[in-house]
């Protein structure tokens, strides 16, 4: 279980997570990415983005995830888990997967 014991009357509180859930698109025309982060008590901050530049799917989805981080920071976020569902991405990010791509390795430094 997680959580963290207090001294008075030894009371367990669970610790509060804020999610957030992002995706990429990319089409030969245009890409654009989405993010949605969700507060502790289920309250939604929904953001899309058009990306007005060339762009693959894991790109998109990794500027969707620097956005997102970003205004979790911005929030002040302090517990953050983080979904997707792009393996690749998600690999890359726990140091799983090498970043082999250029244009992706200077967005994931």
């Not at 890409?31 to 060339?54: C, H, N, T, W």
């Not at 979790?72 to 517990?79: E, P, Q, S």
């Not at 140091?95 to 250029?102: A, I, L, N």
Request: glycine share 8%; proline share 2%; aromatic share 10%.
């Amino acid at each position: 279980m997680e959580g963290k014991m207090e001294n008075e009357g030894a009371q367990v509180i669970d610790k509060k997570f804020w999610v957030l859930y992002f995706d990429g698109a990319s089409k030969t025309s245009s890409s654009g990415a989405r993010l949605v982060l969700q507060s502790p008590d289920e309250f939604l901050i929904e953001y899309a983005m058009k990306l007005d530049f060339p762009t693959t799917k894991n790109e998109a989805e990794y500027n969707a995830l620097i956005a997102g981080l970003g205004l979790a920071g911005t929030l002040r976020v302090k517990n953050l888990k983080v979904r997707e569902d792009s393996k690749l991405v998600v690999s890359q990010v726990k140091g799983e997967f090498e970043v082999r791509d250029e244009s992706m390795r200077s967005m994931y430094a």
